[in-house]
């Protein structure tokens, strides 16, 4: 009995070192340490801007009014006098979907190893980038025109334009580096360093990055224009 | 990874990338008109409390399709799914104790009679704060003055 | 027996697999060596000495102003000559007292405890008992450091401008904070500390990152996750603990930052000064925000920053018990959870540390209830502990001294938790000395003693094979034991009578008169424990250059992966390939071996002809 014990205790230990992802040696995901660390940085500034959106939250509930989104964001560019409520935003954040998206056709691009596919790509999503950066330079003027600072707005508590710029801005911030990171990883894919690499890993991690971007503003546009 | 894909992969690697495009713009969309049908149609001051449950839902819905399409977590393994997506648990209860909280100060500020000043109402202020330039970005932001 | 197993570890043919191996082994100049080094081991000794030079002004911070509490108004030229205008004619002005406390606060949490416990350990662990040549990313880990380097340069600077160091607590809570007129160390100083901050979550960041996933991606073969060490599993919660939590602090330095210097009132509503109300440079008023708000942000991090410190501690503690008791370590499963638990736990009990700040004490109930919950992992941990030295035949090293000291501090810092977590009662104690006592037993000496321990227990690892001074190592844990209950026990009976903490001077309480003796009594403790730590100090940089060399690979008969590699192990940790797992770490006792090493398979013990029985492990 005791022999058939250790044979079976012996055979469970070698599906233990070779069968499961978890016996070391290798990654338990099948990624590598750089992609990893990317989604981990992720996970962690995901809770950057959580912090700030829940602080907008809680001012938020702890002011009797607030102001309506309706009649804060309804100007849109070349329309004046217009009453466009939620229009300018709508198409911004239809700018960074497609944006994401043409990022994201750059990395299948990749995974072909296509070069000419990842550079059309990834130059039609940096100009998404561009593009969006553009269109909140537009809507910050807009509003600072008409009255809306960190100290003071005509729509509601002070707290409602101090957090609008913080949030944005720090999105913005966000955008804006990912925009400096996806000309770098174009000017690198232009000049065949992940084609003689072998592999556009690279892409895919800026990439992450740059979805993740996209992602927050869906939080953005929720706790500032929707709700 | 650098590994090589075939054809048929990448082709529906692709349609499922502008499917989930299409998903997202359409969800945007609703989102909106909800919104604006809600300001013109529904009486000022109903609670909007299914409404926003609704905004959330579906922006839950969108979040869904970017991290699981466009950062590909879909097609991960299961386990790195896991690690990510478990930390955001904590968020629970980050969110419902500040909301409280936020929720409390209000109440004291009221029980207490702090008198708020209500200056953003004065439409003496925004001249005072525009300083002039009010007029130049040719916008219609009078609705707040005599909301 | 142990030279049984001293045959078993040095004749059996270690199996491993030579992937980039030797690639390493070039000629590295001085400053690729020593100063910008990607070699974890290197990075670690960086971490662990700029921890004892900030431990060392941290500690000496304290002791100035434990002067001024036991003799107040008394002269002591020592502090002019130390402090300058800040404590003209000997006598410790209030400001000056402020900066020392709240500097002293910040450098010992996050620069000592911090990066000095998990910077140092994790760095030097997690690859050597992993399996791994170095860290994941040993770029990003070298940039680690250099970060924390820059947060602590920055904060050394504060500390002689003009308007001196910021002087508003260690948790810098708004007004003091935010408003730059509050007080002179709120301005320039303020500013600095926030930067310094900054960068040290950067570290913070860059670290934690590189821990997770080596832990996760780098394991050596065989080396499941329940394989790992308890100090892997304590170091890995670390870093997730840090990668979650820190980037909060960040926001809501953000915020801090721009009711600074942008005008905003996150922090700030209604503040009036000399009657008048605070305005904007609109001319508003400020409204709108709340200091609470801030509160709760950062303690967000900062209660899983109180396990950011202990954790590594409790790892390390783990080890060292069961390496030295020649006992497996008991209920490994158990600790592990609880280690999980904790973890967990730290993320929904920040609000604990603010019964008194006008929370709502609704929400205040449920913070209770999970803050006692903290008590079932944390003793679950206190009670396997014992279980693991329990008849075991220790080996009584200074390390495991300092591990048995820890778990005497953890036991009763820890259990005066339980009377702070109640609201109910921690409304009336927590501005005593009681808080003081409790969070400087349970994390600062605890945390302090897992540091100490590892640092005697490692050692060898860290310098090349060297070991410290028995002898010197007996002596100051002695006193620093008995000293550091001397110092805080006493402060336990002045905070349950209500003498206030943060006070600069206790003299205008009469009723707390009795307390004068006992004053200076804790003072001459805090002194003698300053003064016992120097022969530490000697002990380490003497034993660093010229202490006794280990004759062999193991000194203290372990079974962990980090004492197979050579006594002075190069950039890669092992020469040749990487060895194999085949067992957990903790095989200790077992058929009658006193210890079996991870890389000792079954099949080979059994071609040696020894015993051997199967377990899960």
């Known amino acids: 009995m005791a022999a058939e014990t250790l044979t079976k205790a012996h055979d469970s230990h070698a599906a233990v070192e070779d069968g499961s992802n978890w016996g070391g040696g290798k990654s338990p995901f099948n990624v590598s340490y750089g992609k990893l660390m990317m989604w981990y940085f992720l996970v962690s500034d995901a809770f950057t801007f959580s912090a700030l959106l829940i602080s907008y939250g809680t001012l938020r509930f702890s002011s009797p009014e607030w102001a309506d989104p309706n009649k804060v964001f309804n100007a849109f560019p070349f329309l004046e006098g217009w009453d466009v409520p939620l229009g300018f935003v709508s198409l911004m954040t239809f700018i960074l979907i497609l944006s994401s998206v043409f990022v994201v056709r750059a990395v299948q691009e990749g995974h072909r190893m296509n070069k000419d596919g990842v550079l059309f790509w990834m130059f039609w999503g940096i100009v998404g980038g561009a593009a969006f950066l553009g269109c909140q330079a537009w809507e910050w003027m807009h509003l600072i025109h008409g009255g809306t600072t960190l100290w003071w707005n005509p729509y509601g508590p002070q707290a409602f334009g101090m957090l609008f710029f913080l949030i944005t801005g720090f999105h913005g911030f966000h955008v804006f580096s990912g925009v400096v990171l996806n000309i770098i990883i174009w000017i690198q894919a232009s000049q065949g360093v992940f084609h003689r690499r072998g592999h556009y890993e690279m892409v895919e991690k800026v990439g992450l990055y740059w979805h993740f971007v996209d992602l927050v503003w869906v939080f953005v546009f929720l706790a500032f224009y929707l709700l | ?147 | 027996m142990a030279v049984t197993d001293i045959k078993l570890h040095h004749e059996i043919v270690v199996h491993g697999h030579d992937d980039h191996h030797d690639e390493h082994h070039h000629k590295e100049s001085f400053i690729s060596k020593y100063i910008f080094s990607q070699d974890h081991k290197m990075i670690a000794k960086q971490f662990l000495i700029t921890g004892i030079f900030w431990s060392f002004l941290g500690v000496l911070m304290s002791v100035l102003f434990r002067l001024q509490l036991a003799w107040p108004g008394e002269t002591f030229p020592i502090m002019e000559t130390l402090l300058g205008k800040w404590a003209e004619g000997g006598i410790l002005t209030p400001s000056g007292y402020y900066s020392l406390v709240t500097i002293h606060g910040t450098v010992m949490v996050f620069f000592v405890l911090t990066a000095g416990l998990s910077g140092t350990f994790s760095n030097l662990l997690i690859p050597l008992q992993c399996g791994a040549r170095d860290m994941a990313s040993p770029f990003l880990n070298m940039l680690s450091y250099w970060f924390f380097f820059s947060a602590g340069l920055v904060m050394f600077i504060s500390l002689f401008i003009e308007t001196g160091p910021f002087g508003g607590g260690w948790t810098a809570y708004p007004p003091l904070s935010a408003l730059p007129q509050a007080d002179p160390g709120s301005g320039a100083g303020m500013t600095y500390w926030i930067l310094s901050m900054s960068l040290f979550i950067i570290s913070s960041l860059l670290g934690g990152l590189n821990y997770i996933t080596t832990v996760l991606n780098m394991r050596t073969k065989g080396m499941t996750m329940m394989r790992l060490p308890l100090t892997i599993w304590a170091f890995f919660f670390t870093a997730i603990l840090g990668v979650l939590s820190f980037p909060v602090l960040l926001s809501s330095m953000i915020l801090l930052l721009f009711d600074r210097g942008m005008g905003t009132s996150f922090y700030l509503s209604d503040i009036y000064i000399a009657g008048a109300p605070l305005t904007n440079v609109a001319g508003e008023v400020l409204q709108g925000g709340s200091p609470i708000l801030y509160q709760h942000l950062f303690w967000f991090l900062g209660h899983p920053e109180v396990y950011i410190i202990i954790l590594p501690a409790m790892g390390m503690v783990s080890e060292i018990l069961a390496t030295n008791s020649k006992k497996p370590i008991f209920g490994y499963k158990a600790m592990v959870l609880s280690i999980l638990a904790i973890t967990v736990l730290a993320f929904l009990v920040w609000a604990h540390h603010m019964f008194i700040s006008g929370l709502n004490p609704f929400v205040a109930s449920i913070f209770v209830l999970f803050t006692l919950l903290i008590a079932v992992p944390s003793a679950i941990k206190v009670f396997n502990w014992i279980g693991t030295i329990w008849r075991g035949n220790i080996n009584f090293t200074p390390a495991m001294l300092f591990a048995i000291g820890f778990v005497s501090l953890f036991i009763s810092g820890g259990l005066t938790g339980i009377f702070l977590g109640n609201s109910a009662l921690d409304i009336t104690l927590h501005d005593t000395y009681f808080v003081t006592a409790h969070f400087h037993i349970v994390m600062g000496l605890a945390g302090g003693f897992g540091l100490l321990a590892g640092v005697y227990h490692w050692f060898p690892k860290l310098f090349n094979g060297r070991m410290m001074n028995n002898t010197l190592g007996y002596v100051h844990f002695w006193v620093t034991f008995v000293g550091s209950y001397c110092i805080f026990w006493p402060m336990h009976y002045q905070g349950m009578t209500g003498v206030p903490r943060r006070y600069y001077s206790l003299e205008y309480f009469q009723t707390f008169d009795i307390y004068g003796d006992l004053k200076v009594f804790i003072t001459v403790a805090a002194i003698i424990v300053f003064f016992a730590q120097f022969l530490f100090v000697i002990n380490f940089f003497y034993s660093a250059v010229k202490g006794k060399k280990m004759t062999s690979l193991n000194p203290w008969n372990s079974t962990t992966l980090e004492w197979t590699s050579p006594i002075e192990p190069g950039h890669g940790n092992w020469v040749g390939p990487i060895p194999h797992v085949h067992r957990w770490a903790y095989d200790y006792g077992k058929d009658g071996h006193e210890f079996i090493p991870q890389t000792v398979s079954d099949d080979q013990m059994r071609a040696q002809g020894l015993k051997v029985t199967e377990s899960g492990h």
Request: proline residues 2%.
């Open chain 2, 1 to 147: 990874m650098g590994h090589h894909i075939t054809d048929e992969q990448y082709k529906s690697q692709v349609s499922a990338v502008w499917r989930a495009t299409i998903w997202l713009s359409v969800i945007t969309i609703v989102e909106v008109v909800a919104a604006l049908m809600w300001m013109n149609y529904v009486e000022p001051g109903t609670s909007k409390f299914l409404l926003n449950g609704f905004f959330i839902a579906a922006s839950l819905l969108k979040a869904f399709f970017i991290v699981g399409e466009f950062m590909h977590v879909r097609y991960e393994f299961r386990a790195l799914t896991l690690t990510i997506l478990t930390p955001t648990i904590f968020l629970i209860w980050f969110i419902v104790a500040f909301l409280w909280e936020g929720d409390a100060w209000k109440n004291n500020r009221q029980r207490w009679d702090v008198q708020i000043e209500q200056g953003w109402k004065d439409p003496a202020k925004i001249e005072k704060h525009t300083g002039g330039h009010g007029h130049h970005g040719g916008d219609d932001h009078g609705d707040g003055e005599h909301h």
